[in-house]
């Protein structure tokens, strides 16, 4: 049994869907429901998953620039 009492075979089918997956991190972000997600257009949500993927990477490339800032420092 997995964390809130969910089956484990949920837990993989979330896991294994990338689509599914997309739906939960553009909820999350909006603060939405999955089924609201699902009301938006393909075009806002494919526009949602752009903004969260360059956001993210955005991100990465400050926490590398950070690490190697702090590594140059010692």
Same mark, same amino acid.
């Given at each position: 049994q997995c964390v809130f009492g969910l089956s484990e075979q949920y837990r993989?089918?979330?896991?294994?869907?990338? !689509?599914?997956?997309a739906m939960f991190a553009v $909820? !999350?972000?909006?603060h939405m429901t999955v089924s609201d997600v699902m009301k938006m257009s393909?075009? !806002?949500?494919?526009?949602?998953? $752009?903004?969260? =993927?360059?956001?993210?990477? !955005?991100? /990465?490339?400050?926490?590398? =620039?950070? /690490?190697? =800032? =702090?590594i140059r420092r010692r």
């Open positions: 993989k089918k979330l896991v294994g869907d990338s !689509e599914l997956k $909820a !999350e972000h909006l393909l075009l !806002e949500f494919k526009g949602w998953l $752009a903004y969260l =993927n360059i956001k993210a990477r !955005e991100q /990465r490339k400050q926490s590398g =620039n950070t /690490r190697a =800032n =702090n």
